[in-house]
Structure formats: C-alpha cells, structure tokens
C-alpha cells in the first residue's frame, strides 16, 4: 500500500512536496498511491464535497507534525488534519492537493495520575481506549460520542463532542485543561494547566476545542478526569405523544434531577429499531424516554423520576433492577441511528440544539417538515440537554429525494434557531452548516471569528473551506 517516489504523480509541485516531506519522514508514513489516499479523503457526512489529496501523512512524532508543517508553510499547501474520519460535518474532507494529515498513529496514553486526576494523550487515542484504560485506576472520562470504540480524542476536541452523559458530566470542552498545538508555521505552543485552577490569561485551551482543525494541529492533551461512579440503573418510559415526553423532560429538569442519561426516540425511530431488531417495542408508542441514573441509590431516583413521567402521561414506565436489564433497554437507543439508515439506505444527520422548553416544538416541526417533503425523518435526542439529531432517511440515487432531503435539513435548522437555538450541539460546522453559521452569529460575530483564524493561520492553509 506504500507508494515509492518514483510511483508518486511527478508533476513539479507535488514532486517537489513529496521530496521535501520525506527528507525527514519515514516513507511508511508518506501515502501517495490514489487508490489508498481516496479512502482519506471523506469523513460520514452526506452532501459534502472532497477534493484529491497530494499525500497522506500519517506521523507518530510531535516532531514530524512540526516538519510537515514547515513544508506546507513553505510551499503554501493545505493541510486537513483528521482522526477516525467518523465526523458527519465534512470537517475532515481533503481539499485538492492538500496533504491529509491523519494523527491515527499519534495513539499513546502517556500518563494517568489519579492524585490530579488527569490523563495525558496523544490525539490518535481512542476514546473507548481511554475510557477503559482510566477505569482500571477507579478513574472516569466522562465524554461518550456514540461513535466512542471508533472516534479519537483529537477528533472529539476538534469538534468539541458530546454523548449521552452530557446531561450529568458536560461536554469535551469542560474535560480538556491544556494542550500542545503545532501551528500553521510549525511552531509548538502549550496552552492551559494540569493544575484544578487556573486563569492565567486568556483561555486558548477552549479556542483550539471545537475549532475543527483550522487553528493549529493538537498533538497532546491533558484531560480531565473524575471518580468512577456507581453502575448506572436505566428507565424507560412509554408516551402516547411526543409532547408528553418533552413535557416529561421538562418536570424532571425542573424538578432538580440530575440523570446520568435522558434520552428520547419518537415513534419513527421505535418502528425503525422494531423492524431492524425486532426488539418487541410497541407499535403503540408515540415518544420513548430513557433516564438513567448512576447515583448512591439509583432505584430511588428512578422512582422518583418515573412518577414525574407518570404525571406527564406516561403509559408504561419499566425501571430496570440490575445492570443487564438497564443494558438491555439502551439496546434500542444505541440501535437507532443503524436501524434509521436501513430505512432507506442513506442518512443525513442533524444535531440541532435547542432549549429544553423548546425540546417539543422542535418534534412537532420536524414532523410538520417530514410530511411537506414526504420523507422519513425519525429524532433521537439527548433530551436532556435539548441535542437533538433529526435524521433524514433517503435513496441517494433518486435526484428529487436527495434534492428533498437537503431542503428538509436546511428546514430543520432554520427551524431550530427560530427557536433559539443552535445549529450543531456536536457535531461541529465542517462543510456542510458554513452558510448556517454565518446566519447564526451575524455580520460582527463572523467578523472577529476570521480574525481570530487569520491570527492563527495567515497563509489560510489549516483546512482551508470549512467552518467559515
């Protein structure tokens, strides 16, 4: 799979990158066959365009970062920074001719301290990995994209992910205390702390967070860590319409419970996990509720929680007694995303937040937007932060229902910030919600945004043509 010098394209420019990259990397770590590089060249977003990639770097040093950094400042060659390629935004899609600068083997863990509680990694670390490796030391990192066995922690700073914990634990953001960042000229600076506190000056550690890899390159994190908490018990609550279970939600959130998960399905994406694993929910059901609980004494709180639920008109409410069965009814949750892309084979996934008072006008207009276009849109949201993920079922090979498709999630994300919220909870902007951002923070927000990038990056070379 690796390609010699002499097999690489020979015209003058990439002859002449390709002999400066390898002057100080090894040539495993340079790719330039186009059948292995076009694999490189896409993250999992629908509608998103990707250029060529003149090389892939895949780099296992902070130093080698550093080299390929100088070059492409020198020749003034885009670089795309990715990790695993799971995103759903394009935010790691080659442009043409850039050098794809995958951090997959940058994957060491290289130190946990539980007297600090922190853990030090390199971004091609996987989040599940991590996960795993500080349990082992009665430690937890709370951050669980969905996507958490494949995903890396340099991916999820990128796009400042979240997960079904958020409710409880927060965000990426809120677990990352400094960093080591090559910038665009190959230069390394560290920002932030390994200390609890700490404010000295202003906060770039957050600026790097969520920035997509147009800022700098992150090649060493310090996170923060928590005590391992209890084994979480799982509830789930049946409801005849949607507005019940944001009603629900909202009695719970005001009610001052903290829920380790909360979770809701609408009926689209019941029937959809039904027809997919045969799982036996009933057709019935309009809205499904998961809450969790991870407390000293989770039982209570799950009673506490189901006769709010009750109230909101719950039909059925099932509280699960041990760790199985609480496995066993998140086996839907975790099955809706793959039984919605079976429905018609192609997905575009949204993740529209709003407040959680809003959480029910939002349903009922997807709803509304599904029906206009007469398409499947099935929402599975992190209800209790208001993150939802409207998604849009349809055949990429019938022109009309793409075209739909594409209207319908633009629909939802107008629909979205009229209620006051955001267009991306998680999944960050990448190519596919710049002209959604613009509109978001206005004329002055947008302004000082590429300020801050033409700082950072004067030259335009860190993946150039996404976020702005």
Same mark, same amino acid.
């Given at each position: ?96 001719? /850039? ?51 494949? /995903? ?156 709010? /639920? ?159």
């Amino acid at each position: 799979m690796i390609m010699s010098r002499i097999e690489a394209p020979r015209d003058e420019v990439t002859g002449n990158l390709l002999d400066r990259l390898l002057a100080r990397l090894p040539a495993e770590a340079v790719l330039t066959d186009p059948d292995v590089t076009v694999s490189y060249a896409n993250d999992m977003a629908s509608f998103c365009e990707a250029g060529t990639p003149a090389a892939v770097v895949l780099p296992r040093t902070v130093e080698e970062v550093q080299h390929v950094m100088r070059i492409a400042t020198e020749l003034r060659v885009p670089v795309v920074p990715q990790g695993a390629r799971t995103g759903l935004s394009g935010g790691a899609n080659a442009s043409e001719g /850039c050098i794809v600068l995958s951090l997959t083997k940058m994957d060491r863990i290289l130190e946990i301290n539980p007297v600090d509680r922190i853990a030090v990694v390199e971004p091609g670390v996987i989040n599940a990995t991590l996960s795993r490796a500080v349990n082992e030391h009665g430690l937890y990192y709370p951050p669980d994209p969905s996507s958490w066995e494949m /995903c890396t922690i340099g991916g999820n700073i990128g796009t400042a992910s979240g997960g079904l914990c958020c409710v409880k634990y927060g965000v990426t953001a809120e677990y990352v205390l400094g960093l080591d960042v090559v910038l665009a000229d190959g230069r390394l600076m560290s920002t932030g702390r390994r200390t609890a506190k700490g404010v000295a000056g202003y906060d770039l550690t957050r600026l790097f967070v969520g920035s997509e890899g147009s800022l700098g390159i992150v090649v060493r994190a310090v996170l923060a860590l928590k005590p391992q908490p209890p084994q979480q018990l799982v509830l789930a609550a049946e409801f005849a319409s949607a507005a019940a279970a944001c009603d629900a939600v909202c009695r719970i959130m005001e009610g001052g419970h903290v829920p380790s998960l909360l979770e809701l399905m609408d009926r689209t994406t019941v029937k959809a996990v039904n027809a997919l694993a045969n799982m036996g929910l009933p057709e019935t059901t309009e809205a499904l509720l998961l809450a969790g609980f991870d407390t000293t004494d989770p039982a209570a709180d799950l009673a506490a929680l189901g006769a709010l /639920c009750e109230a909101a008109g719950a039909t059925q409410v099932v509280p699960a007694d041990d760790l199985a069965e609480s496995e066993l009814l998140l086996q839907a949750r975790r099955l809706s995303l793959t039984a919605l892309e079976a429905v018609r084979g192609v997905t575009m996934i949204d993740d529209v937040c709003v407040p959680r008072s809003r959480l029910g006008d939002l349903i009922e207009g997807v709803e509304r937007i599904a029906e206009k276009h007469q398409l499947t849109i099935g929402v599975v949201a992190h209800a209790g932060d208001g993150n939802t993920h409207p998604t849009v079922c349809f055949d990429a090979g019938d022109a009309d229902e793409s075209r739909r498709a594409r209207e319908s999630f633009d629909e939802i994300m107008a629909l979205g910030l009229e209620l006051g919220g955001t267009i991306t909870g998680e999944h960050g902007v990448g190519i596919l919600k710049k002209e959604w951002l613009a509109r978001e923070i206005g004329p002055v927000g947008l302004e000082m945004q590429r300020a801050i990038k033409t700082a950072f990056d004067p030259l335009g070379i860190l993946n150039p043509g996404k976020v702005f």
